[in-house]
């Protein structure tokens, strides 16, 4: 059916005369009518309605399928053949006695007929449609318009074509050899009603809000994995939800046969329908970004994530690697955090380096959770920039705020930002050493430092880097221990969720008592209380931390062991929360959501998992009070 729309003629012509062999060859290894056959009988099997003007025993397909079969065969000596209108290829076949002068009329009238009633019932409809109705208003008016005063001469006039046109497609095609359809049980559905309009959506591309239609090698394309489909979704916990984002992938999707070629891979299919039944996460990024469909066609999904070579792809990507790859087992949830981590350290500096040609005397650190490692589905970017002499660079924070600008587009949706600076949020974005040093002698408070110890050099002037580092280190030697402890305690203390007494409330995994946050503040204490210990181990991370501390003379090797249980634990829940449930929200989900979970997990209910947190939380309170209540 191909025909030249716009564009270059000549090289349309060029690309016709190659494949124009192998629409109509000579010869024929394989009869062309065999597998026309096997298409249209497999389409009546498995879609065929009797309304669908365009499916049913005699209608459109069995017209323009039994035409094309004629154009294939007879088309490699016959030029004439060789048109994509049905109506012009079946009066060439008419003059070339290949059909005869009845049967090219019938074909004719009947095409035209079925044309008239496809085209009206649409524009009554406002939708694309095939569907005739059994009764009504809509029945009687299509009557009428095609010039039948009662809708019994219509159906009479329906019937007749129907099967005219059929003995005429026989006569060419072969007798039919269609099965009856067989019944597929979806009784395994929660909501069969919702789950037979996802797999018609599927087959059709029909049914859902946007109504399109899909083209016969995507339908059949998905007949080849119905059955695995049907046969892996019957196992699952939570098919309607799997069929339901699958359905919603595939609406979103510009060509769904990609989508059902990479399916026939039933390790993939699993994969895929695992991310469905459970990834709100996962599911939302692949509506978003069309582009990410290509990491699981290629195979990125099942690849170990590498910095230096992933860093290209764009953020969304990276994030929805490192979720699918947890969710799906092949990392755990340090190694996620590690791979985003990772992969964003490396992309903001290939920015900053870009951005910073023939600029000295300054130096960009990272903190937080993005300097430690520790990066989850929802972090911010932490930076710092320190230059060595303000009134030397006086375009330093004009060229900054302009990078600033990248680095945030380059990264969305996460965002990026410069909390840690001597005047706060309020204060100007670059300083130089001799305001950090002022800073640090003057006005630094126990939280900032608490904050500093997550830093670490990202790119530009070593030499000053360690400059800053000294100062902060020899503010740190000069620390009261007694007051370090108390103000530390002080500041989680004023950090704590409000409790609401009378109220169900929901642990929070990360700033409730015995969160991550918790953890997190005995770290920075250990590192705050040595500043030998803490250039060591600043912005290594909270698990080495506390790994370094697991032979202490101090510190009960027991209870760190604790703590880091804790930390993984919890971290863990928390990530498998954002994936499943695309929120930020460091909450543990309610009962009437926490289905999913506690699956994921491997509980034996919601109950057990709810128990196991809230015991974490405790014994981790216990060893925060402990190390610094006093």
Not at 256 to 270: C, G, Q, R, V
Request: net charge neutral; aromatic share 12%.
């Amino acid at each position: 059916k191909a025909g030249y729309f716009c564009g270059s003629q000549e090289l349309y012509q060029r690309f016709i005369d190659s494949v124009t062999p192998f629409i109509y060859p000579a010869s024929f290894y394989s009869s062309p009518k065999e597998q026309v056959a096997r298409l249209r009988n497999t389409m009546l099997r498995t879609i065929g309605d009797d309304k669908n003007i365009k499916l049913f025993k005699g209608g459109i397909r069995d017209i323009e399928f039994g035409v094309q079969a004629l154009q294939l065969l007879n088309g490699g000596k016959n030029k004439q053949l060789r048109t994509g209108n049905s109506l012009r290829a079946i009066s060439e076949l008419q003059l070339s006695k290949i059909l005869t002068e009845k049967e090219a009329t019938l074909l004719t009238d009947a095409y035209i007929f079925y044309r008239k009633i496809e085209h009206y019932l649409q524009l009554m409809n406002d939708r694309q449609t095939h569907i005739i109705p059994d009764e009504g208003d809509l029945l009687q008016s299509l009557s009428r318009f095609l010039g039948f005063y009662h809708v019994d001469a219509f159906n009479a006039k329906l019937s007749a074509y129907r099967k005219e046109v059929r003995s005429i497609y026989e006569s060419i095609i072969g007798l039919d050899e269609t099965d009856p359809k067989p019944a597929i049980d979806l009784s395994f559905f929660r909501d069969e009603a919702k789950a037979k309009k996802n797999l018609l959506f599927l087959k059709e591309g029909k049914g859902l809000i946007e109504i399109k239609e899909f083209d016969s090698r995507t339908t059949a394309l998905f007949l080849e994995i119905e059955h695995k489909l049907l046969f892996l979704l019957s196992g699952r916990k939570y098919p309607d939800n799997a069929l339901s984002n699958l359905a919603k992938v595939i609406q979103r999707s510009a060509l769904p046969s990609y989508w059902y070629e990479a399916m026939k891979d039933e390790f993939l299919m699993d994969c895929v329908l695992n991310l469905c039944e459970y990834s709100d996460y996962a599911i939302n990024l692949l509506t978003e970004d069309h582009s990410l469909k290509e990491l699981i066609f290629s195979g990125k999904i099942f690849e170990k994530i590498d910095a230096e070579s992933d860093y290209g792809l764009n953020t969304k990507a990276i994030l929805f690697l490192a979720a699918s790859q947890f969710f799906l087992g092949f990392i755990d949830e340090a190694e996620a955090s590690q791979h985003i981590s990772d992969t964003i350290r490396l992309k903001v500096e290939k920015l900053i380096k870009e951005s910073s040609r023939g600029k000295s005397g300054f130096f960009v650190a990272i903190a937080g959770s993005f300097s430690l490692g520790e990066m989850h589905l929802f972090s911010d970017v932490d930076l710092i920039v320190v230059c060595d002499d303000m009134t030397s660079h006086p375009e330093m924070e004009e060229w900054f705020i302009k990078l600033l600008a990248n680095i945030r587009e380059e990264l969305s949706p996460l965002t990026a930002d410069c909390r840690l600076r001597p005047e706060g949020k309020s204060g100007q974005l670059v300083w130089d050493i001799k305001a950090y040093e002022n800073y640090f002698r003057k006005r630094v408070q126990i939280w900032e430092l608490q904050s500093l110890t997550k830093v670490s050099f990202l790119y530009g002037d070593e030499d000053l880097y360690s400059k800053f580092i000294g100062l902060f280190l020899e503010k740190v030697a000069c620390l009261d221990k007694e007051t370090l402890r108390k103000e530390i305690y002080e500041m989680r203390r004023k950090l704590y969720p409000a409790s609401f007494s009378g109220l169900n409330n929901l642990p929070d995994l990360i700033k409730g008592r015995g969160g991550v946050t918790d953890i997190e503040f005995i770290s920075q204490y250990l590192l705050l209380l040595d500043s030998n210990f803490l250039k060591l181990f600043m912005g290594k991370g909270n698990r080495r931390v506390l790994a370094a501390h697991h032979s202490s003379a101090a510190l009960e090797i027991e209870m760190m062991q604790n703590l880091l249980e804790g930390f993984d634990f919890l971290r863990k829940t928390r990530l498998a929360v954002e994936v499943m449930y695309q929120t930020s929200n460091n909450l543990l989900p309610p009962k009437v959501k926490g289905d999913k979970l506690f699956r994921f997990l491997e509980f034996g209910s919601y109950e057990e998992l709810y128990n196991i947190v809230q015991t974490s939380l405790k014994k981790n309170n216990e060893i925060f009070q402990k190390l610094l209540k006093g």
